[in-house]
């Protein structure tokens, strides 16, 4: 029987020697390699529902923020009192905030404006008082907070203030 020596490790084709022992992986080591990264993707459910609500509890403080900011932007636009109602009367049972300019004037016209923001799914806004009134100016009497609150979970909240 003839052993030809592997020109690029030195090692024979039965690899008896130490050296030559060492040039593969074992199936103890592959298990070793699947065990891990098996592990590793048990994790994964756990942490990408984390970073779901995370995000969604963003989106809806996004959402409380653009709409302070319309509010805030428009009565400083249309030099005239705007208010923001939070309230439970969106679209099946979601609560709303709705923007509201009691009376709009220019020099020949009177309106009646209101806009309605639906709250994403799953999430509610606290606020005391439930209604924020903003001046001419953009700005409110006194600080107001407001916390975004999940209703599936009791430990997602953001606090807002409001001022």
């Not at 030559?20 to 298990?31: N, P, S």
């Not at 109602?85 to 709705?98: F, K, L, T």
């Not at 509610?124 to 907070?145: C, H, K, L, M, Y």
Request: hydrophobic residues 40%.
């Amino acid at each position: 029987m003839s052993v030809t020596p592997d020109t690029q490790s030195g090692c024979t084709f039965l690899r008896t020697s130490p050296r030559c022992r060492d040039a593969g992986i074992t199936a103890l080591e592959w298990l070793l390699v699947v065990s891990v990264i098996a592990i590793l993707f048990s994790f994964t459910p756990v942490l990408l529902g984390k970073l779901h609500r995370a995000a969604a509890l963003d989106q809806a403080v996004d959402a409380v923020y653009d709409t302070v900011t319309r509010a805030r932007q428009t009565a400083r636009m249309y030099h005239t009192e705007v208010i923001l109602h939070v309230d439970d009367s969106g679209p099946e049972g979601a609560q709303s905030i709705r923007l509201e300019i009691p009376a709009m004037r220019s020099s020949t016209v009177q309106l009646e404006v209101e806009q309605v923001f639906t709250m994403p799914s799953g999430y509610i806004v606290n606020s005391d008082p439930n209604e924020i009134r903003f001046n001419a100016f953009g700005t409110v009497q006194s600080e107001i907070s407001a916390e975004v609150v999940s209703t599936q979970s009791d430990s997602d909240h953001k606090d807002l203030l409001i001022f």
